[in-house]
Every structure is written in C-alpha cells, then in structure tokens.
C-alpha cells in the first residue's frame, strides 16, 4: 500500500463511522486516518488507531468519498444567488415580490439581474414584460429561468437593447411575440446574446465573489469537485484569481466556452487559456461545446419533428453546430489533447455528437482523453451502446428523470411518445459506459442525495412509492448512483486520486448523518452532510 512508509509518522485526523469506500468490491470500513491531504490507512477503528496512533477524530453515522459533480454551472449559480435569486420561490406572485424587493434594496444597480424562475408556472407562451415592468419599470431586467435556455427581461431592456417588433429572429434562438412585438421572454441564443452584448459583465473580483458563494455552498453538500461547464476568459480569470490566493478548496476543471458564432479560428486561443488556466487546484484542459437547446422550448436536435404546432413552428429544432463543422473542430481538439464535453438534449444532436467522436477516434486514435456527453435527455436507443464502444461517458442530471411538471406539462406535449424514453439511466449503466453525474446548477439542486434518490426510484422526491413513475426499466441501484457522483465523475475529471477512499488518495470525504442504504429508498433525500474534507482540510463542518 502506498501508505505503509508513512503509517509510523502517524496521522492528523482520524474520522470513524460506516466508511462506504466506493472501490471495485463496494467494500466498507470503520475509519480512515489522514496525513497532509492523503489518506494514510483504512480499516477496523481499532486496526487504524494502532497503525497511525492518536490524532484528532471526527465522528460520523457514515463516510463517503468527496463528491464530483460533472456538470455544473457553479460560478454563475453563484452570481444568481448574490443578486435577485428566485429558485427557492414557486409561484409568480412572489416572484414579482421578490424582484420589486431586491429593486428597492439596490437602488444603485444599473441593471437587476439574477433568474431561478420556473417555466412551467408561465405556462406555453412564458413570462410577460409588462410584469416585470408593474415592479421595476424605469431600470432594465434580466433574468434566466431554471434550465437557463430563456431568460426574462422587462420594456426597459428591450429598448436599451434596440429589440422591436421589427428586430428577426437569430438563427440559433427566437423571441417570443404577441400582437405588440417580442413579450420579453427571450428563448436560446436570445437569451445568451442578449446577456453577452447589453448585461454589465462580471469583473474578475465579481466573479471571485460568486465562487467564493458557491465553493461554500457546494462544500456544505460534500461536494469536493466539480466541472465548470461553461467557462469564458472573464470566468477562468476569476477561476484563477481566487486559486492564485489559495482560496479555492475544491478541484475544478473549468470547460472552456466553444463560440457557436465563430470556427476553426478560436482554437489557439483556447489552447492559450488552457495553458494560463492550469495550475493549482483548476484543469482548464476541456472545451464545452453546446449542440442544440431543450425540447421544452422546442429546440432541442431532434431526428424528426416535435409534435403537432410545436413541428409546424419549430420543426426539428435546433442544431448549433453542424456535423461536418463539429467533426472538424472535435478532430482538431482531440488531436490537441483537449477533453470535449458535449451537451446534447435531442436524439439527433447526441448523435452527431458520438458521430463526431467516432471521427477522431479514425483521425487521431485512441487516447485518454476522456470525452463525455452531458444530458442525454432523448438518445435513440439504437446510439446509447455506442457510448462503451467509443470510450465515451455519459454524464447525466439525474434530477431530471421523474414525472415532474416539466416533462408533464412542457416536455410530453413536444416530443409526443418519445417521452417514454427519456433519460435511459439504467440502459447506460447496462450498457458497460462509464456514468458520471452531475446537476446542472443552477438549473436544478445541487444535493446529490436528491438526485440520487430520483435515479433510484425515477418518482418525484415527497410522492411516496405509489406515484407515477418515468420507466421503472431505467432504475439504478443506490450503488450505481453513487459510484456515479464519485468514480464516475471523478474519471470524467481525470482526477484520478479521488473518487474512493483508499490508502495513498486524496483525502476528500463527505461525512454524513445517516447511512443512505439502511432505510428505505424514499427516505435517501433525507441525508445530510456533517463535514466536508477536501484535500485533508475540513472544509465544511468538524
């Protein structure tokens, strides 16, 4: 063991409690002692305490390793929750509380911004301007909704922003209308275009802060690590900065943004901040590219058409970017040695995104790259087993995989049948693929024993095992799903000393206040995190 030259310098701490250690075997313990930010021995409480003697102790029901989400938004979750955040709220009314609330409470900010709201409260057509302009009508208003495919502005924004009821539709997006021009629900590109070319941008110092918010946040859930799916220059500035100052505590790999807008041309600057983003605890090695949006707004990729009106206006949805120029750019990045994260919602998306890999897999070989696709919302069934053959993860929001009032009242009307099909958890993991897991935040929680509950039992978390089920087929077991926020995502990450807990790891443990596989199924929501250690230090809790 890598830890036998180090046992009889002893150890720092020693934390006990049923030490779950997510190895090959699924195999348990009673306590894990740390030395710097290694572990240094795992076993019997009494087996440690006589290899490593007395150190300080930490007590928990139960021990896991740290977790990794593969797929989160956390600086701009973070960003979100320091300005007008909506997400804890669930009606319209306090929505416009809230926001003529935060309005007052800021009476020097240019711009209110924030989001957190939920599409299915505004029914088909969305959130109008005219509400937002009854509470806040003289200062512009931006706001993303939940799943960040659309965004809220007030009158004022639009005219700021020169948008009328003569302005067209972008080619990757569209505004939603009435008789008197664009309503102020802005869908897709849009929305990012929008925020990109009229929302003050974030300084370096403001994009620390929202880290600083979300690192503490994430921490207290037991997470340890993450992948920042969208990261630009301002962000990896930020990402940077804070590292620079030894205050980022978790490990981070940062997907750098493909400019869906622009080609081949941006590809020395992403290897340019690659190579000033990594060091320290941030991986700045992978590029996020964003094939299409979400059926809800009805531009998720799709092989054949949405439903109904839902067809006759949008058709097949949206791709934003094309197969021939995605395998280009994939080739090229993958024969840089770059990670490629792919977020594909539609069937036809995800598979020009496994198309794509497969193209670089002829090119370049075979590699350690470690590619994955994010979200896996409606693959044909025929395209999952490909995930094993290419050596590509799929990293999936389990969150999602329940009948809630999205896929009830927004996803099923769109995609008709194909609903049944949805988020097939249980055929990837059948498949031999790699499954990471991640949540997507802000767009839904971070709480991984919420999300893991919902793969578990594919129900709504508070419904009880009698409620309506998204396809039983695609459960996984408890196991499976944490195996999916640990080895899984901690693969995804190439963070390759992390993810079990074992002799010679990183010492990253989430310590909890129950044992999730001694109750029932419906109650793993119900788990909380004591303390959080990452890298030897507590980070959270004690």
Not at 163 to 179: E, L, N, S
Not at 435 to 460: H, K, Y
Request: glycine share 10%; aromatic share 8%.
């Amino acid at each position: 063991m890598l830890a036998s030259a180090a046992v009889s310098e002893g150890a720092d701490l020693i934390v006990t409690g049923d030490v779950y250690t997510v190895d090959a075997a699924r195999s348990w313990a009673k306590a894990v002692a740390i030395r710097g930010d290694r572990i240094v021995a795992v076993g019997s409480e009494a087996d440690v305490r006589e290899r490593v003697g007395t150190a300080e102790v930490i007590s928990g029901v139960c021990v896991m390793p740290g977790f990794q989400d593969a797929h989160i938004h956390a600086a701009f979750a973070g960003r979100i929750r320091r300005h007008c955040n909506l997400d804890d709220l669930h009606a319209v009314p306090p929505y416009l509380d809230r926001i003529a609330a935060h309005a007052a409470a800021h009476p020097d900010d240019a711009w209110i911004v924030g989001g957190g709201w939920y599409t299915p409260l505004f029914g088909d057509d969305g959130p109008h301007r005219h509400q937002l302009d009854a509470v806040v009508p003289e200062r512009p208003v931006y706001l993303m909704n939940t799943d960040t495919h659309a965004a809220w502005v007030n009158t004022r924004a639009l005219e700021l922003a020169g948008i009328t009821a003569d302005t067209p539709d972008p080619w990757d997006g569209y505004f939603v209308r009435d008789a008197d021009g664009p309503t102020g629900c802005l869908q897709e590109g849009t929305a990012y275009t929008f925020w990109s070319d009229h929302v003050p941008a974030d300084s370096t110092e403001d994009w620390g802060a929202s880290i600083r918010v979300a690192q503490e946040y994430l921490h207290a859930l037991g997470i340890t690590a993450w992948q920042d799916a969208w990261v630009r220059p301002d962000l990896l500035a930020g990402y940077r900065a804070l590292d620079d100052a030894g205050e980022l505590t978790a490990r981070v790999v940062t997907a750098l943004w493909w400019d869906r807008h622009r080609g081949m041309e941006q590809v020395d600057e992403l290897v340019e901040q690659r190579d000033w983003g990594t060091k320290g605890q941030i991986d700045a090695g992978t590029i996020k590219i964003m094939l299409d949006g979400c059926p809800e707004s009805a531009t998720g990729s799709m092989l054949t058409p949405y439903e109904g009106h839902f067809g006759e206006e949008h058709g097949r949805g949206i791709q934003f970017v094309q197969e021939e120029a995605l395998k280009e750019a994939v080739i090229r990045l993958d024969g840089l040695g770059f990670q490629i994260h792919q977020h594909a919602l539609g069937d036809r998306a995800f598979r020009s995104a496994l198309d794509a890999v497969e193209a670089a897999r002829h090119v370049n070989g075979w590699n350690d790259a470690r590619h994955h696709i994010a979200h896996l919302q409606l693959p044909d069934p025929g395209d999952t087993p490909r995930l094993r053959g290419l050596g590509v993860a799929a990293n999936i929001q389990p969150l999602w995989a329940c009948p809630d009032p999205m896929i009830e009242s927004l996803t099923r009307p769109r995609v008709g049948d194909r609903a049944e099909r949805l988020y097939p958890i249980g055929d990837v993991v059948r498949s031999g693929a790699v499954l990471a897991m991640g949540s997507d935040w802000p767009i839904s929680t971070p709480n991984v024993f919420e999300e893991m509950q919902v793969a578990v039992t594919r129900q709504v978390i508070g419904d009880g095992p009698d409620a309506p089920v998204l396809d039983e087929t695609q459960r996984i077991t408890l196991a499976e799903a944490l195996a999916g926020f640990t080895r899984g995502s901690a693969y995804v990450n190439h963070d390759d000393e992390a993810g079990t807990i074992a002799e010679g790891m990183r010492a990253d443990l989430a310590i909890l206040d129950r044992n999730p596989f001694a109750g029932s199924v419906y109650e793993i929501a119900e788990t909380k995190v004591t303390a959080t250690i990452a890298g030897g230090r507590v980070v959270h809790g004690g």
